[in-house]
Protein backbone atom coordinates (compact mmCIF):
# COMPACT_ATOMS: atom_id res chain seq x y z
CA UNK A 1 0.00 0.00 0.00
CA UNK A 2 1.10 3.54 -0.80
CA UNK A 3 1.66 6.63 1.77
CA UNK A 4 -1.02 8.31 -0.36
CA UNK A 5 -3.14 5.01 0.08
CA UNK A 6 -2.53 4.41 3.19
CA UNK A 7 -3.01 8.49 4.20
CA UNK A 8 -6.36 8.23 2.40
CA UNK A 9 -7.59 4.83 4.14
CA UNK A 10 -6.36 6.83 7.16
CA UNK A 11 -8.80 9.68 6.77
CA UNK A 12 -11.85 7.04 5.64
CA UNK A 13 -11.24 5.40 8.64
CA UNK A 14 -11.15 8.69 11.15
CA UNK A 15 -13.85 10.46 9.33
CA UNK A 16 -16.23 9.34 11.95
CA UNK A 17 -14.59 10.52 14.59
CA UNK A 18 -13.94 14.46 12.91
CA UNK A 19 -17.23 14.58 12.36
CA UNK A 20 -19.06 13.54 15.57
CA UNK A 21 -16.03 12.88 17.93
CA UNK A 22 -17.02 15.77 19.94
CA UNK A 23 -20.48 14.54 20.35
CA UNK A 24 -21.59 13.74 23.81
CA UNK A 25 -23.36 10.58 24.38
CA UNK A 26 -24.88 10.43 27.70
CA UNK A 27 -21.41 10.30 29.67
CA UNK A 28 -19.73 13.38 30.78
CA UNK A 29 -17.13 13.23 28.07
CA UNK A 30 -17.09 13.59 24.34
CA UNK A 31 -17.21 10.35 22.19
CA UNK A 32 -13.32 10.81 21.19
CA UNK A 33 -12.47 11.77 24.65
CA UNK A 34 -14.33 8.29 25.32
CA UNK A 35 -12.45 6.32 22.94
CA UNK A 36 -8.64 8.09 23.69
CA UNK A 37 -8.97 7.65 27.29
CA UNK A 38 -9.53 3.91 26.47
CA UNK A 39 -7.04 3.69 24.25
CA UNK A 40 -4.17 4.85 27.06
CA UNK A 41 -5.30 2.58 29.38
CA UNK A 42 -5.00 0.10 27.43
CA UNK A 43 -1.03 1.41 25.94
CA UNK A 44 -0.77 1.61 30.47
CA UNK A 45 -1.66 -1.96 30.72
CA UNK A 46 0.96 -3.57 27.85
CA UNK A 47 -2.22 -4.22 25.82
CA UNK A 48 -1.11 -5.64 21.64
CA UNK A 49 -1.87 -2.61 19.57
CA UNK A 50 -4.55 -4.73 18.39
CA UNK A 51 -6.27 -4.43 21.56
CA UNK A 52 -5.24 -0.39 22.18
CA UNK A 53 -6.43 0.09 18.26
CA UNK A 54 -10.24 -2.05 19.39
CA UNK A 55 -10.19 0.25 22.70
CA UNK A 56 -9.56 3.68 20.14
CA UNK A 57 -12.73 2.66 17.95
CA UNK A 58 -15.41 0.41 20.00
CA UNK A 59 -17.86 3.13 19.95
CA UNK A 60 -17.52 4.10 16.11
CA UNK A 61 -20.41 2.53 15.17
CA UNK A 62 -22.30 5.21 17.07
CA UNK A 63 -20.65 7.94 14.89
CA UNK A 64 -21.65 6.61 11.59
CA UNK A 65 -25.09 8.51 11.21
CA UNK A 66 -27.41 9.86 13.01
CA UNK A 67 -29.55 6.21 13.27
CA UNK A 68 -28.06 5.12 16.14
CA UNK A 69 -28.67 8.02 17.60
CA UNK A 70 -32.53 8.20 17.06
CA UNK A 71 -32.90 4.14 17.72
CA UNK A 72 -31.50 4.49 21.06
CA UNK A 73 -34.07 7.65 21.98
CA UNK A 74 -36.91 5.06 20.62
CA UNK A 75 -35.90 2.59 23.04
CA UNK A 76 -34.27 0.62 19.93
CA UNK A 77 -30.63 -1.37 20.52
CA UNK A 78 -28.85 0.01 17.73
CA UNK A 79 -26.13 -2.76 17.79
CA UNK A 80 -23.28 0.24 17.39
CA UNK A 81 -20.94 -2.51 18.20
CA UNK A 82 -21.54 -4.83 15.19
CA UNK A 83 -21.67 -1.97 12.86
CA UNK A 84 -18.68 -0.61 14.13
CA UNK A 85 -16.64 -4.04 13.89
CA UNK A 86 -18.65 -3.97 10.50
CA UNK A 87 -17.02 -1.28 9.26
CA UNK A 88 -13.79 -2.13 10.74
CA UNK A 89 -13.44 -5.13 8.52
CA UNK A 90 -12.95 -3.62 5.82
CA UNK A 91 -9.51 -2.80 7.06
CA UNK A 92 -8.10 -4.62 10.33
CA UNK A 93 -8.28 -8.48 11.30
CA UNK A 94 -10.47 -10.03 14.38
CA UNK A 95 -8.07 -9.00 16.95
CA UNK A 96 -9.27 -5.27 16.54
CA UNK A 97 -13.23 -6.46 15.00
CA UNK A 98 -14.03 -9.04 17.55
CA UNK A 99 -13.05 -7.30 20.72
CA UNK A 100 -15.01 -4.23 19.14
CA UNK A 101 -18.04 -6.88 18.14
CA UNK A 102 -17.76 -8.26 21.25
CA UNK A 103 -17.62 -5.25 24.00
CA UNK A 104 -21.23 -5.04 24.46
CA UNK A 105 -21.62 -8.95 25.00
CA UNK A 106 -18.88 -8.39 27.70
CA UNK A 107 -20.98 -5.60 29.41
CA UNK A 108 -23.88 -8.32 29.51
CA UNK A 109 -21.84 -10.89 31.04
CA UNK A 110 -19.87 -9.49 33.77
CA UNK A 111 -23.00 -8.10 34.98
CA UNK A 112 -24.18 -11.93 34.97
CA UNK A 113 -21.27 -12.97 36.95
CA UNK A 114 -20.84 -10.11 38.94
CA UNK A 115 -23.33 -8.01 40.99
CA UNK A 116 -20.91 -5.55 42.44
CA UNK A 117 -19.96 -4.87 38.78
CA UNK A 118 -23.51 -4.17 37.60
CA UNK A 119 -23.86 -2.01 40.43
CA UNK A 120 -21.27 0.24 39.74
CA UNK A 121 -22.35 1.00 35.99
CA UNK A 122 -23.32 4.83 35.41
CA UNK A 123 -26.88 5.54 34.54
CA UNK A 124 -26.43 5.78 30.81
CA UNK A 125 -24.28 2.37 30.92
CA UNK A 126 -27.34 1.07 32.83
CA UNK A 127 -30.38 2.27 30.37
CA UNK A 128 -28.31 0.76 27.68
CA UNK A 129 -27.97 -2.62 29.37
CA UNK A 130 -31.78 -3.09 29.24
CA UNK A 131 -31.66 -2.22 25.55
CA UNK A 132 -28.90 -4.69 25.20
CA UNK A 133 -30.68 -7.65 26.37
CA UNK A 134 -29.76 -6.96 30.34
CA UNK A 135 -27.39 -9.39 32.05
CA UNK A 136 -26.65 -13.02 30.11
CA UNK A 137 -28.04 -16.15 30.98
CA UNK A 138 -26.06 -18.99 31.65
CA UNK A 139 -26.39 -20.31 27.78
CA UNK A 140 -25.35 -17.09 26.88
CA UNK A 141 -22.60 -16.87 29.09
CA UNK A 142 -20.72 -20.24 28.34
CA UNK A 143 -20.75 -18.79 24.62
CA UNK A 144 -19.28 -15.89 25.06
CA UNK A 145 -16.68 -16.87 27.57
CA UNK A 146 -15.34 -20.01 24.56
CA UNK A 147 -15.22 -17.17 22.37
CA UNK A 148 -11.74 -16.71 21.39
CA UNK A 149 -11.78 -12.89 21.59
CA UNK A 150 -13.69 -13.07 25.31
CA UNK A 151 -10.55 -11.88 27.33
CA UNK A 152 -10.00 -8.83 25.30
CA UNK A 153 -13.38 -8.08 25.25
CA UNK A 154 -13.71 -8.25 29.00
CA UNK A 155 -10.19 -6.21 28.79
CA UNK A 156 -11.94 -3.48 26.91
CA UNK A 157 -14.90 -3.53 28.56
CA UNK A 158 -13.41 -2.51 31.72
CA UNK A 159 -11.55 0.15 29.99
CA UNK A 160 -14.66 1.49 28.75
CA UNK A 161 -16.59 1.72 31.91
CA UNK A 162 -13.70 3.92 33.43
CA UNK A 163 -12.75 5.63 30.34
CA UNK A 164 -15.56 8.88 31.13
CA UNK A 165 -13.35 11.38 32.99
CA UNK A 166 -14.56 14.62 31.68
CA UNK A 167 -11.35 15.94 33.61
CA UNK A 168 -8.68 13.97 31.51
CA UNK A 169 -6.96 15.41 29.25
CA UNK A 170 -6.40 12.84 25.72
CA UNK A 171 -3.88 12.87 23.10
CA UNK A 172 -5.57 14.60 19.48
CA UNK A 173 -6.91 12.71 17.13
CA UNK A 174 -3.95 12.30 14.50
CA UNK A 175 -1.73 10.94 17.53
CA UNK A 176 -3.31 7.47 16.65
CA UNK A 177 -2.25 7.62 12.95
CA UNK A 178 1.06 5.59 13.79
CA UNK A 179 -0.49 2.68 15.54
CA UNK A 180 -3.14 2.14 13.09
CA UNK A 181 -0.95 2.36 10.05
CA UNK A 182 1.10 -0.35 11.55
CA UNK A 183 -2.10 -2.52 11.90
CA UNK A 184 -3.74 -2.17 8.20
CA UNK A 185 -3.66 -5.42 6.19
CA UNK A 186 -5.77 -7.29 4.53
CA UNK A 187 -8.75 -8.64 7.52
CA UNK A 188 -8.24 -12.22 8.65
CA UNK A 189 -11.96 -13.79 8.90
CA UNK A 190 -13.41 -13.62 12.78
Given at each position: ?34 GAQCAVMAQAAGAAPALV ?126 LLTSLLGVPDQP
Amino acid sequence: MTHTMIAATLDQLLAPFHRAGQQHYGEDVTQYAHGAQCAVMAQAAGAAPALVAAALLHDIGQLLDDAGAAAEHAGIDARHEHRGADLLARWFGAEVTEPVRLHVAAKRYLCAVDPAYQAGLSAASMRSLGLQGGPMDAEEQARFGAHPHAADALALRRWDDAAKDPQCTVPPLERWRPLLTSLLGVPDQP
